[in-house]
């Protein structure tokens, strides 16, 4: 059996695609860099993350772009030889504006050095790019409506693509306006039997989502909407495990199996429907489906909603090796696992090499800036875990801080920092953000801070339980002071403040350093582990 969710964590939208015995999933990454999120599998049920391919300025530049803006709703194909990613670049999230821009990139192999992006277009989001049997290659995406009492989510868009011309070509044609549903998007085009197939997420990405499926013998149209409804939904299950699925593409086994992928959620246990979190923020999951004798795109188990335990395909069993838990800093890059936040240019803000067996990280601007944020961190994938790290940093006034933060963007963190002032010295606090629009922190260590020692290392803690977080700190590792706060982390959740549908990635657990007199002063991290339970 294949355990749901296959990717944990934030990794939403997924796009698959097999080349030979191997398969790939692609997700969103949004303001995180670098840029889309690859994994790699032999059996559909074993994931290892792969690569990240938009790494350079060229591709990808998300200065300043706001949060759960960026990257969103890549999609991965490959066709003789050639591997093909198209996505969105998102430079605007409230109001009536989106600002979506597309582009592709190609390259011969997955891990390598994908290529100088291409232009496509900016009329919508969720980009997707379908190779037709007859070679000609189509650019799906949904259209965004900017205009007063319309839907803004105005249909799917068809477009040819020429790669000769590295450009799109003729008109752009409406093939589908949606259904009753709404909020119709992430496109992908198939062609099975006599049909091309539309497969559509509606909805919205949040408890009413689904994935629709509608048909066409011509590419172009019309498109008769399934009458059997979603082919996935848990929107009439609130008391589903998996949650706000939708967001689909599947893929064909060697052997004719077909796997749907999709996005998830899992809230936390024991909270009523009106006051779901989920700080593990939208994952991948998978099902398997198969074609009814009517022609249309069923779960194998007959009905549209998720299971946590789906069969596996008939193939080998793969697994990978573990990940290690602890990064000493010893190697020329930082682990696949850690990520930063909007910039290409990452050796502004950090180095391995400064201090050969730490992380450093330059202080600058204050957490949850859209600019140049000095912060790393990794994806928190399960309920319970624990991170710890180890911190030299010796500030020299208040506005240096250094830390431990369990961060989801500008309005949701929970942050134990070091820092210093005139009466307390150096000392120990926190900081936090509970999804105030406004981005009001509180401190609830305010009025009594923990007074630190000069020149000595600190180490730093974080234990998550379900919502429970406790921070702790110790001088030697080994004899462990709890901060005598209880800090709720299911605050740091897509739902919480501005709400869900207007937060889209999850919860990392990471370090970080700011230093708003602008000096730059530096915290060296001597390791990062983070260990599940």
């Not at 990794?378 to 875990?385: C, E, G, H, S, T």
Request: with cysteine.
């Amino acid at each position: 059996m294949i355990e749901n969710p296959v990717l944990r964590g934030f990794n939403p939208d997924p796009s698959i695609c097999r080349v030979g015995d191997d398969y790939y999933i692609a997700t969103s990454t949004f303001e995180w860099y670098p840029g889309v999120q690859i994994h790699h599998s032999r059996d559909l049920k074993h994931w290892r993350l792969l690569t990240r391919p938009l790494r350079r300025a060229s591709q990808l530049d998300l200065t300043g772009e706001p949060d759960s803006c960026g990257v969103w709703a890549p999609c991965l194909s490959w066709h003789d030889g050639v591997f093909y990613l198209v996505y969105t670049d998102v430079r605007r999230f409230d109001g009536n504006f989106k600002d979506t821009h597309n582009y592709l990139v190609t390259c011969e192999s997955v891990d390598g050095d994908w290529s100088e992006p291409v232009y496509l277009n900016s009329s919508g989001f969720d980009p997707s790019l379908f190779h037709d049997a007859d070679g000609r290659k189509w650019l799906t995406n949904m259209l965004w409506d900017h205009r007063p009492e319309t839907n803004f989510f105005g249909g799917i868009l068809l477009q040819e693509y020429c790669a000769a011309r590295q450009a799109l070509v003729g008109e752009a044609v409406n093939i589908f306006p949606g259904s009753e549903l709404g909020f119709t998007e992430a496109p992908h085009l198939y062609r099975h039997g006599n049909f091309y197939y539309l497969l559509t997420a509606e909805g919205g990405t949040g408890y009413g989502h689904a994935v629709t499926m509608a048909r066409a013998k011509n590419i172009a149209g019309p498109y008769q909407l399934d009458p059997g409804g979603s082919v996935i939904s848990a929107r009439d299950f609130p008391h589903s495990p998996l949650q706000r699925t939708g967001h689909g593409d599947f893929v064909e086994t060697a052997a004719g199996e077909l796997y749907l992928v999709f996005l998830c959620s899992r809230p936390l246990p024991g909270l009523s429907a009106g006051r779901r979190r989920s700080p593990l923020g939208r994952e991948t999951a998978i099902e398997k489906v198969a074609w009814t004798n009517d022609g249309w795109l069923r779960l194998a188990r007959g009905d549209s909603l998720p299971a946590q335990q789906v069969a596996a395909p008939d193939l080998p069993r793969h697994p990978w090796p573990p990940a290690p838990a602890r990064d000493d800093f010893n190697g020329a890059g930082l682990a696949i696992d850690f990520q930063w936040l909007r910039t290409p240019r990452p050796e502004e803000f950090y180095s391995l090499a400064e201090r050969p067996g730490y992380l450093r990280l330059k202080g600058r601007e204050s957490l949850g800036s859209w600019y140049t944020q000095a912060l790393v961190a990794r994806r928190q994938q399960a309920f319970r875990f624990s991170a710890v790290t180890k911190i030299e940093f010796e500030p020299r006034h208040f506005q240096q801080m250094a830390g431990l933060v369990s961060y989801y963007n500008a309005s949701k963190y929970h942050y134990l920092y070091i820092s210093r002032d005139g009466q307390l010295g150096k000392h120990l606090a926190i900081m936090s953000c509970h999804g105030d629009p406004g981005l009001a922190a509180v401190f609830p260590l305010q009025h009594e801070p923990i007074a630190l020692p000069d020149r000595q290392p600190v180490y730093l803690r974080a234990d998550i339980d379900y919502q429970r977080l406790v921070f702790s700190w110790s001088l030697d590792g080994e004899k462990w002071q709890r901060v005598p706060v209880v800090l709720d982390n299911g605050l740091i959740a897509d739902e919480v403040g501005r709400g869900e549908g207007a937060s889209f990635t999850g919860a990392f657990i990471g370090m970080c350093c700011q230093d708003l007199a602008g000096t730059q002063l530096p915290a060296d991290f001597d390791f990062f582990e983070y260990l599940e339970i």
